[in-house]
């Protein structure tokens, strides 16, 4: 079947066979390998990035489902110049990372999040996280990070 | 995990879903938001060989007040239904259970009816709505009939739906003044209950529904029936598993089931009553 999906601004014209996951046709057929696959059962949140601005789990999704929809993935966030998103730096400054895995994810969900709630709690953020998974038990400076990045 | 291969054709309208339902047999399935469907094709525990997508018949996603009720479109995602302001007046509970559903991601394209047409005893809002004495309203080749929440739930994942039957609304009655509760236990945040209870009282009357407690979601009527009768909060919940039947998993033994059962729900009804 043939969907048209802008991701990160550009638009795609693709044929795709009605089972690919969002997650594996942007990985696969755009070959945008930042969103990461993890648990594959809609529990992790490696896979989150955006559907029409809201932070969603990409191996639960057909690329069907986004047909005329516009995508961001984390390679979106950056400017064109390189320069890294304001949630990125944060990550960067605030130590929000070990590994690595879960970050992709892990920032997708938290710009979703301010997106949501600009001025959230730390508590908010806790709570705005809960679908994302970090084995390097990394929570607290993501947690830093997306506070810095709302400005506390 | 990719699910098996399968045919896929769109709706506009919950007439032409029926049409088309109709036409693939009973091996098609909806799909909705897909957080219940998708991962059971990818687990290949579901195979449908058509599947019908209602996600984009946007007339079908709306919370409005109808007078005793507010009435919600089945295709309204669990974050419309969580930060309803319609329904933070009128029935608070439902708005409260939906941002416990799953996590964000997850509530951003899950639906209202595609949670309650699945009909998992673990999910939070079949067991809400069935606390709250809703009626689910079904479209068919035949036409509209309602259906209780009361009479909706007939076995493990199984429902009164019909094969080529859509559910289009949900109707929660106004529950202005009640206090009410929903207490969930698990583990990881974004996860099923391991036992949950949603529960409303207002004057005399109450109502009580308990999550994973057995084959459905079940409603405590011993437990309302206690109260009515003026048992104390502690005697009434010795009453929670009155109609359960729990099983064992991973998480939970029988025991520790039915322990947890009894517990939220004096819980749930003290936080309804304070």
Redesign the interface.
């Known amino acids: ?1 043939q969907i048209r999906v802008t991701v990160n601004g550009v638009e795609h014209v693709s044929d795709v ?5 969002l997650v ?1 046709y942007v990985r696969e057929a755009l070959g945008l390998t930042g969103t990461n696959v993890g648990c ?4 992790c ?1 490696a896979c ?1 990035l955006h ?1 029409d601005g ?4 990409s191996c ?3 690329a ?2 986004a047909d005329g929809a516009k995508v961001t993935t984390i390679e979106g966030l950056a400017g064109k110049d390189g320069s890294l998103h304001p949630m990125q730096k944060a990550f960067m400054e605030n130590h929000g990372l070990q590994c690595g895995y879960c970050t992709p994810g892990m920032v997708m ?1 938290a710009t ?2 301010l997106k ?1 709630i600009p001025n959230p709690t730390e508590e908010d953020v806790r ?2 996280l ?3 998974l970090c084995r390097c038990t990394g929570y607290h400076n993501i947690v830093k990070a997306v506070l810095a990045c709302a400005g506390k | 995990m990719i699910p098996a291969a399968f045919d896929y054709v769109r709706a506009g309208s919950a007439a032409e879903a029926i049409s088309l339902i109709g036409q693939h047999g009973s091996d098609a399935k909806f799909l909705a938001g897909g957080h219940s469907l998708l991962p059971l094709m990818k687990l290949r525990l579901a195979q449908p060989s058509v599947l019908v997508d209602i996600g984009r018949v946007k007339d079908l996603s709306y919370i409005k007040d109808a007078g005793d009720h507010i009435a919600i479109g089945a295709l309204t995602r669990h974050m419309d239904v969580e930060k309803s302001s319609v329904l933070a007046q009128h029935a608070p509970l439902l708005a409260h259970a939906a941002g416990h559903v799953g996590d964000p991601q997850v509530r951003h394209r899950g639906t209202i009816g595609g949670s309650i047409a699945h009909a998992d005893p673990a999910s939070d809002l079949p067991a809400t709505t069935l606390a709250l004495g809703a009626t689910y309203v079904v479209q068919g080749p035949k036409g509209t009939r309602e259906i209780k929440a009361s009479d909706f739930y007939v076995g493990f994942l199984e429902s009164a739906l019909a094969p080529d039957e859509m559910l289009t609304e949900i109707r929660v009655p106004k529950m202005n003044g009640a206090g009410w509760s929903f207490q969930k236990f698990n583990r990881r945040a974004q996860d099923w209950a391991i036992v949950g209870v949603a529960a409303w009282r207002r004057n005399g009357d109450s109502g009580v529904a308990l999550v994973n407690m057995g084959q459905t979601p079940v409603l405590a009527s011993s437990v309302s029936g206690a109260l009515k009768s003026g048992a104390s909060i502690a005697d009434a919940a010795e009453l929670a598993v009155a109609e359960a039947s729990p099983s064992a998993d991973n998480n939970a033994s029988v025991e520790y089931r039915t322990h947890l059962a009894k517990v939220l729900v004096r819980r749930a009804l003290e936080q309804a009553s304070a």
């Open positions: 079947m066979e009605p089972r690919t996951l594996q594959d059962t809609s529990s949140g989150s559907v809201e932070a969603v789990k639960t999704l057909l069907v489902q969900a979703s999040l949501e709570i705005g809960e679908g994302n």
